[in-house]
């Protein structure tokens, strides 16, 4: 009896030590729990900062006159249904319907749009996007507490899709406050608000995704993206921070439906900051402007033209009369720093010189047929229709006069007078041009393309097809064949083509 008794005070006295120590004895049934972060669960507080400093902008256009024939103008909405359609190829047959609308017809009632900006200043700017406000007359602005205002001192800035719209109100305005974008990291929580389909004061919440984002949408981009839905009728509203500052201003979706599948697109708020002081400034923004187009170089063919570490761009084409032009700058000549800042991207570049003073020399220094040359550009101010322009199409004339050159799926011809204006060349232009490029051949994973002008292979000039073909001969083609070809535009390029006999060793 005894010997139960003092085995059930032992084992009683085994299971407080035990649970002292950590609770090893029973684990799973007495266990403390860890200690996580405690969740937000309401952004409440945020969304009651931010709301009241959210507008949402109507723009409102003069009546379209009624008494001439004309075809109908591309008004903003009809732009913005333009846009919808990937890479803008809207189907001509679409196209040319809205153009060849008459314009007979009554005085057509005011046109209008709308969209989402938000207050920076209590004294009344507001923030938005160009493609908002772009072409009205004046806009209406409505705040969240009902109050509307009507303004006409609308500016914006095209390639950034940015723009500032002035109220006048006696009272003081509540606004927001730019944040950081540099400082936001992917996995970061944030809100869009704004106004999708016309639901003012709407507000959605997400993380950011991406950074950096460049879509080829603006010239100049910066995009944060987020999965926080955003819709038509978001453009211009801002995307916070949980401490209710500015990081983006929402523009953009890519969706296959036209509405939000999760990847939504805002202009980053240390280049919206930047363009909206101008802006305020001067009414417009002016950048500095070199004059080249620029095209990236590829690790193989930075490689092989000896341009360290990959840092430089190909200078494609140099525009007559502009600095780059007046600085001695050539087609094909690799632009390695500017102003002393290496350049590793066509990006990089566009960044350095857009913000460089204007009328003021600096050192620009090149690689030309594997020779550094230091230059000197004034940089001047970019004209207003720079970047505006698009791409020129390539016409497919057919041509029978062609010598093709083996396994790579490529005919070449020697230019006739006939032949260059065929092509798009001046008739006094000389030497070989590529006739035909096969479908999924080395020729055309390469990039070439018919009427490309051949100007040197492996760094050899090349003049005719006997040269071309001695120098394919003596190219290293395990390596690849290095051309520089140009266009019919006077663009410059390099292209490294290779041989289907040439492959990785397995």
């Given amino acids: 009896m005894k010997k139960r008794n003092l085995l059930g005070v032992c084992l009683v006295f085994a299971v407080l030590i035990g649970v002292v120590a950590g609770g090893s004895f029973l684990k ?3 266990q ?9 669960t309401s952004y409440r507080d945020v969304v009651k900062q931010v709301l009241p400093a959210v507008v949402s902008i109507e723009r409102r256009f003069k009546p379209l006159a009624h008494n001439k024939t004309s075809r109908a103008p591309q008004v903003p909405e009809m732009q913005g249904f333009f846009k919808q359609f990937s890479g803008n190829q809207v189907p001509e047959e679409l196209r040319k319907f809205f153009d060849e609308l008459p314009q007979q017809m009554p005085e057509a009632p005011r046109q209008h749009g709308f969209g989402s900006g938000f207050l920076i200043d209590p004294k009344g700017v507001i923030v938005t996007n160009h493609h908002v406000v772009a072409g009205a007359d004046e806009v209406l602005v409505e705040l969240r507490d009902g109050r509307k205002f009507v303004s006409k001192d609308i500016h914006g800035d095209a390639k950034t899709d940015l723009a500032i719209v002035r109220i006048e109100s006696k009272e003081t305005l ?13 996995g970061d929580r944030v809100l869009a608000v704004g106004a999708p389909f016309g639901l003012t004061g709407t507000v959605t919440c997400g993380i950011v995704s991406a950074k950096g984002r460049n879509i080829h949408l603006n010239m100049y981009e910066d995009f944060l993206q987020t999965d926080a839905a955003i819709n038509p009728g978001n453009s211009g509203g801002p995307l916070v921070n949980l401490n209710g500052e500015v990081i983006g201003v929402n523009s953009a979706i890519k969706s296959r439906s036209g509405g939000s599948q999760g990847v939504g697109l805002a202009i980053a708020s240390n280049l919206a900051r930047n363009v909206s002081e101008k802006l305020l400034k001067d009414g417009m923004v002016h950048r500095g402007y070199l004059g080249v187009s620029i095209k990236d170089l590829s690790p193989e063919v930075a490689s092989r033209l000896g341009v360290e570490n990959q840092q430089g761009v190909l200078a494609a084409k140099v525009f007559a009369g502009s600095p780059a032009a007046k600085a001695g700058m050539k087609d094909g000549d690799i632009l390695v720093s500017l102003d002393g800042k290496s350049v590793a991207s066509g990006r990089d570049l566009q960044n350095i010189v857009a913000v460089l ?3 003021r020399p600096v050192n620009v220094v090149v690689l030309r047929d594997g020779q550094r040359k230091e230059l000197k550009a004034t940089i001047e101010e970019q004209p207003s229709a720079f970047g505006s322009t698009g791409e020129p199409s390539n016409g497919e004339p057919k041509s029978e006069r062609s010598t093709e050159l083996d396994n790579l799926g490529v005919e070449i011809e020697e230019l006739t ?3 260059a204006k065929e092509f798009g060349y001046k008739a006094n232009t000389q030497g070989v041009v590529v006739s035909q490029v ?7 994973e390469a990039g070439l393309r018919r009427g490309m002008l051949l100007v040197k292979v492996d760094e050899k000039r090349v003049a005719d097809i006997a040269s071309v073909r001695e120098a394919f001969t003596k190219a290293k083609t395990d390596k690849g064949v290095l051309l520089q070809v140009r266009s019919s535009e ?17």
Wanted: net charge negative; hydrophobic share 35%; proline share 16%.
């Fill in 32 to 40: 403390t729990p860890p200690v996580v972060p405690a969740e937000l």
């Fill in 28 to 30: 799973g049934q007495i």
């Fill in 174 to 186: 509540p606004f927001l406050k730019f944040g950081d974008s540099s400082a936001m990291e992917i």
């Fill in 490 to 506: 006077g663009g410059t390029d390099y292209l490294m083509l290779k041989s289907p006999t040439v492959g990785e060793k397995k």
């Fill in 417 to 419: 007078p006939e032949s």
């Fill in 357 to 359: 003073p204007l009328h």
């Fill in 438 to 444: 096969q479908p999924d051949s080395p020729a055309a």
